[in-house]
């Protein structure tokens, strides 16, 4: 493995990193509905859990309310059930064959935790970053001791780790940022 292939490497696992995030923070609910908030729910289908995106269509109704239309009609109840039971604090309602979410404007409180929550969700993904830092780093000192390189091509990947960890954090950031805006507006 060469130097080139460590950096390389650690890029992607930090960019795997900061889609992880984006991902995670789309469930955190804002006021608006979006149908990213259901991405985790799971319905007990024919004995398997199941993502509900796999057993219905999930659409916006209207800025607060969501839409699940299950493909087939005997998935109403349990779909309903799901989405109940899950932690998200929703209520859905069956309207023939279309179970209305209505996603409730959010209290102050509410939205105090949703923010420490991201806060949590930014501090797990910065430290899966270092740790990908740390792997690289133990990966070139590998290639030293091997003699694959010079102590100076080592440092100077070390450095270049160093700004790649620091740009990746500085996204995180950013991302954290932007989120707690979103959830705080009311």
């Known amino acids: 493995m060469s130097i080139a292939d ?7 696992r930090m960019n795997k990193s900061i889609d992880t995030l ?28 199941t993502a509900i995106n796999q057993v219905a269509n999930v659409t916006l109704i209207d800025a607060r309310t969501i839409g699940v239309q299950p493909w087939e009609k005997k998935m109403l109840a349990p779909i309903e059930k799901a989405i109940r039971d899950s932690d998200l604090g929703l ?3 069956s309207q023939g064959e279309v179970i209305r979410v209505p996603t409730p404007a ?4 509410r939205r105090k935790e949703m923010v420490k929550l991201v806060k949590v969700e930014g501090e797990d993904a910065k430290v899966a970053v270092r740790n ?6 133990e990966a070139l000192k590998k290639i030293l001791k091997d003699k694959a390189c010079s102590e100076d091509d080592e440092r100077r990947a ?3 780790v160093q700004k790649l960890t620091d740009k990746f954090v500085a996204d995180i950031d950013k991302l954290i940022v932007e989120k ?3 959830v705080l507006t009311v």
């Open 6 to 12: 460590v950096k390389n490497n650690a890029q992607q």
């Open 22 to 49: 984006k991902a995670d923070l789309a469930k955190v609910r804002t006021g608006r509905a979006h149908t990213g908030i259901l991405d985790h729910v799971q319905v007990d289908y024919y004995g398997t859990l």
């Open 91 to 93: 209520n859905p309602s």
């Open 106 to 109: 959010l209290t102050e409180e």
């Open 132 to 137: 990908i830092r740390r792997d690289a780093n």
């Open 158 to 160: 070390q450095e270049d």
């Open 180 to 182: 707690e805006k979103e």
